[in-house]
């Protein structure tokens, strides 16, 4: 009787102290699911090009209230360098964080520079318009096309473009000039096509400068995927987790806000400067799909320009390799995980 | 020999505890995880007087599941889009025997003007359960504290209207921010879905 008793009170023990510990295991692991730690800087600096602004950009500038709320009490947005590269300000350090193209980030990856993409913004906002001897993309073989530079955003944006379409982008005649003077060579004869972003698009539109050629918002492969992809400076990303993380999440809800605000949105991106108009401002936040963010998936995109710019022969490196080396969804899955649109 | 059986009792008392705690640690644990949501951090609380002549404070409401968002009734549009939404929500989870699991607290981000009689007939006209939602106001810094504790930024325009972003946050039965929903498009069974696993648990199974 006694031993059964010492049994039974053994195996209870046994049983509970199991339960017990697996219960306070669970416990903890609930605990350590924890929120975010403290900002480890409560300073950003985020690009604004004011020499040529671009409109697709607008949740980055949206953000600055955002950006407010979430701690950051020194919030900067710095010019970029002559050479209007989006990447070579995150990677000599001058700013911390951005969004750009999303080609415009692999070039520096598969150089291994310190750039880690971090989430997709939205889908579309490029429109190649071109003169009347271009009537398709596949007529761009041999003509002129403007761009800033061979290391610019809209280079190696068209270079991918010529990839799928099987044109090597030494076929075609780099024309550099800087992104201000391309609708007056491009209405003057001086080049055949360029590549326009809003609210550029807008006004070549409405002065019926040239036509357009190929438009990533509605065609075929390019509004399946992401064209502008928030970046950050690998180091900044490193040593300020909790910053990188919270400034995404300012970026995206500014992004959510100029999907389903616009009007606000707008007159924040005139008061600020950003926008000539309000129409321009509207026009492109109701052109292009915001609301994207959190439906496509940023690796896919990647991969496809990863592929794009191996082809073009501007890149050796594997779209595995850029993928590896160049991006942390760490930040964009816990902001999935906390905001839902 | 005697005093050995007393200890053995006593033991088996405390491994039959530990037995029954751990056992429903894990269970409600994982019954709750199954929402897949972050945990963001204790919602911060508030007290704001109430458009009923109460006062609605945060704390008092743990054992809930709570939604907060902000609005004014002059709004012409996305507030009263995103109120009918959440009532939608509302009358679903009432119909789903959650009603009492879950409270819904709008706070306006125009005081000066809402007054307990207008927030009372806004709260009318979009057919909330009162029992279960309460329309908050208070002073303006009060409210400007509380609107930027939960990612909410609004301004007083010219014309007399206010610009804010729209931000729905749900907190569990702890008291802690797992979700916020952006805006006024989301999914709103993607909602009840994600109220129904913070509300759920293993002792509302039993």
Partial sequence: MTFLKQLTSRREFTLGAAAGGAGLMTLGAYQTDASDGELETQSIRLIRDRKFPVLCYAPQYVAQRFLELEGFTDVQYVSLGDDGSYAHALVDGTADMSAAL????????ANGDPIKV???LHAGCVEIFANDNVATVQDLQGKRIAVHGLGSPERFLLSSVLAYIGVADTDVEWVFAHPNDWAGMLAGGKIDAMASFPPLNYILHDEGIGHVVLNTTTDNPWKHMFCCMVAANSTFAQENPVAA???LRAILKANQLCSEQPEVAAKWLVEEGQSPTIDYAMRTLTDLPYDTWDIFDPE???RFYALRMNEAGIIDATPETIIANGTDWGPLNEVLKEMKA | MIQALGKLRVWSVLAGLLVAGGV???LSGAVADRSGLARMGQAPDFVLPNAGGGTTRLADLRGKVVLVNFM????PDYCPTLTSV?????DDLITQGLGDD?????VTVDPANDTAELLNRYADSMYVAPESWSFATGAPDQIEQVAANYGVFFRRLASGSVEHNLLTTVIDRDGVMRVQYAGERFDPDELIADIRNLAGGFLRLL
């Fill in chain 1, 300 to 302: 896919d995109t990647l």
């Fill in chain 1, 245 to 247: 993380k919270r400034a």
């Fill in chain 2, 72 to 75: 004014f009734t002059k709004c």
């Fill in chain 2, 24 to 26: 429903i640690t894990l």
């Fill in chain 1, 118 to 120: 971090l989430s997709g």
């Fill in chain 2, 86 to 90: 959440l009532a939608n929500v509302q």
């Fill in chain 2, 102 to 106: 879950v409270y819904f607290v709008s």
């Fill in chain 1, 102 to 109: 999303g080609v415009d980030w692999v070039p520096p990856i």
